[in-house]
């Protein structure tokens, strides 16, 4: 009876050591990582990074496309029709709202909407869930001739998520300045969006917080 017990707890063992984590990546370019091949984006190599930590992390599945506001990436979450059962959720959105000239005031509510709907996806557990700041194009050959009001923008929309995800208890990386770089192999071809080199930063900072992801 011993034996059988122990090959139990053994077999359990082994079982919660393989199981992979469930990863939604939710976001727009930035997530997609346009003009980046796949194994380029960040939640692809932030997956790469962690399960080399010995974090056991599936194929991110991702919901996310070129020039969503908040908003559409709602929509296209409820079109999903998702099941609330991730280990992690990962969330990056904002950019399109204020490059199509919205008010930080109306971008405040839809994002916590979504931020919500990302606790929701992950069981409820508001420890399962991340947000990523939104880089500054600013820094690009698209933005240049703007950099001023594009960085002081983007600023104030930093501090609106930053403060709705601290607010909700949810762990929040920073990733601006990395982008706020003249290196210009941390730009993409298209002289607009983060290069793979840049996404692996950010993927670098993320996963520097190794406690968190083995919490989970």
């Known amino acids: 009876m011993r034996f059988i017990l122990s090959l139990l707890l053994l077999f359990c063992a082994v079982a919660s050591a393989s199981a992979q984590l469930k990863f939604l990546a939710l976001g727009d370019s930035y997530t997609i990582g346009e003009s980046v091949d796949e194994e380029g984006r960040w939640p692809n190599q932030l997956q790469k990074k962690l399960n080399a930590l010995g974090v056991n992390v599936d194929k991110p599945m991702i919901i996310a496309k070129t020039g969503w506001r908040t908003d559409e990436l709602s929509?296209?979450?409820?079109?999903?029709?998702?099941?609330?059962?991730?280990?992690?959720?990962?969330?990056?959105?904002?950019?399109?709202?204020?490059?199509?000239?919205?008010?930080?005031?109306?971008?405040?509510?839809?994002?916590?909407?979504?931020?919500?709907?990302?606790?929701?996806?992950?069981?409820?557990?508001?420890?399962?869930?991340?947000?990523?700041?939104?880089?500054?194009?600013?820094?690009?050959?698209?933005?240049?001739?703007?950099?001023?009001?594009?960085?002081?923008?983007?600023?104030?929309?930093?501090?609106?998520?930053?403060?709705?995800?601290?607010?909700?208890?949810?762990?929040?990386?920073?990733?601006?300045?990395?982008?706020?770089?003249?290196?210009?192999?941390?730009?993409?071809?298209?002289?607009?969006?983060?290069?793979?080199?840049?996404?692996?930063?950010?993927?670098d900072l993320i996963a520097a917080d190794v406690e968190f992801f083995k919490s989970l």
Do not use: C, M
């Open 75 to 203: 929509t296209a979450i409820e079109s999903a029709d998702l099941t609330n059962k991730f280990d992690l959720v990962g969330l990056l959105i904002g950019v399109n709202n204020q490059y199509q000239g919205k008010s930080v005031e109306s971008y405040k509510p839809e994002f916590e909407k979504l931020l919500k709907r990302a606790i929701e996806l992950a069981n409820g557990d508001k420890n399962r869930v991340f947000v990523v700041s939104i880089p500054d194009y600013g820094f690009t050959p698209f933005g240049a001739s703007k950099k001023d009001k594009i960085s002081k923008a983007l600023d104030d929309y930093n501090q609106a998520n930053r403060k709705i995800t601290e607010e909700h208890g949810v762990r929040y990386f920073y990733i601006t300045d990395i982008s706020r770089s003249d290196d210009s192999g941390l730009v993409a071809t298209d002289n607009l969006h983060p290069s793979a080199k840049q996404y692996g930063l950010w993927a």
